[in-house]
């Protein structure tokens, strides 16, 4: 089984831009740079033969080169305690775009609709027991955080390894856009 999901990874100046942000919380599991990327869609484990479907979907979109820019810092909570740490993006009607037809390629390939609404991001921290008291002075701090626009150009089939020290990314496709 592959645990797969599709989404754009972080060009190199920003990657370092991303990782200033990374200190200032203790007992926090910070994201390795080299794993930063924004998510279009979670697909989660699934055999060969459905990727080889997802793969031949995903490589059939045809969607225009679009800027994005990573600004303010947030976060998902579970409950009261955080979950996740993020830098997002504005939803522009490109990003939107994009996202739209990955869902509908991925609907296509055999699997199940996403029901979570899409909140573009990128994922900073994964905290354990961070109550919002704890995590306030960061965000206060990295409130004026933005990081310069950047072009993106192609959009990427990842493999999730899963591992004890952390995740690990690989690419299994690329999928330019004119």
């Given at each position: ?66 800027e994005m820019a990573l600004s303010e810092i947030g976060f998902f909570e579970n409950g009261r305690a955080v ?96």
């Amino acid at each position: 089984m592959l645990r797969l999901f599709v989404g754009i990874p972080v060009p190199d100046d920003i990657r370092a831009a991303l990782e200033g942000l990374c200190h200032g919380l203790h007992g926090v599991r910070w994201v390795k740079p080299e794993n930063f990327h924004l998510t279009l869609r979670f697909v989660g484990e699934v055999d060969e033969m459905v990727a080889e479907d997802l793969d031949a979907t995903l490589s059939g979109i045809h969607a225009p080169r679009f800027e994005m820019a990573l600004s303010e810092i947030g976060f998902f909570e579970n409950g009261r305690a955080v979950r996740a740490i993020w830098a997002g993006a504005e939803k522009t009607p490109p990003l939107i775009h994009l996202h739209d037809k990955v869902e509908s390629a991925t609907v296509r390939a055999g699997l199940p609709p996403e029901a979570r609404k899409f909140r573009p991001h990128v994922t900073l921290a994964r905290p354990r027991g961070l109550s919002h008291e704890r995590l306030a002075p960061y965000l206060e701090t990295r409130a004026g955080f933005r990081a310069p626009p950047f072009e993106v150009d192609r959009f990427v089939l990842f493999r999730s390894h899963l591992k004890r020290e952390g995740a690990h990314y690989e690419i299994l496709a690329d999928y330019g856009l004119p």
